[in-house]
């Protein structure tokens, strides 16, 4: 099961990077007035969920809001496709025999006060960032619609959405 989860991340990472890879860089950074994020930002975005995944599985606890917003990643589509790159290799490298059975995540800080700390798998965290991803891609694919851009009927589809017909085979 696991290593299904890091293929189907990993081919979403790649389908972002084909989509993506041919934008020039105001078409990737520029952002519309009244607009949230810009197609640089959405993508960042997701990029650092899957630092933090990495980093956790790495140190036993997950904070999906401890990154850097690295702001080269939102601005230079070239920066963006060298981190998915590496963001794809780091997940093929990874020894899935050699993952702890829970993790813990740091959750979001939705309240005041003290942030508080559940208990996860990799599995349950890989199936929240694929999930993660394919809404910041429908985002995505909004934005470049609206500025004119051709994006793949499939670009932003959570596959479970999908026709049974268009599903791809498991």
Request: charged share 25%.
């Amino acid at each position: 099961m696991t290593s299904g989860l890091l293929t189907a991340n990993v081919r979403l990472l790649r389908q972002g990077e084909s989509v993506l890879g041919a934008l020039d860089r105001g078409a990737f950074s520029g952002g519309e007035p009244g607009k949230r994020g810009s197609v640089g930002s959405h993508l960042r975005h997701c990029l650092d969920f899957y630092d933090a995944f990495l980093h956790g599985l790495a140190t036993g606890t997950v904070d999906y809001g401890d990154h850097a917003h690295e702001a080269r990643t939102e601005k230079d589509p070239t920066v963006a496709l060298a981190r998915i790159e590496g963001t794809v290799h780091r997940l093929e490298a990874q020894d899935v025999a050699h993952w702890p059975g829970t993790v813990q995540v740091r959750l979001l800080d939705a309240l005041e006060g003290e942030a508080e700390i559940a208990e996860s798998t990799p599995e349950r965290e890989l199936q929240m960032l694929l999930g993660h991803t394919e809404h910041h891609y429908a985002l995505i694919a909004l934005l470049l619609q609206q500025a004119g851009h051709a994006v793949p009927a499939d670009f932003g589809v959570a596959k479970a959405t999908l026709p049974r017909e268009a599903k791809p085979a498991r």
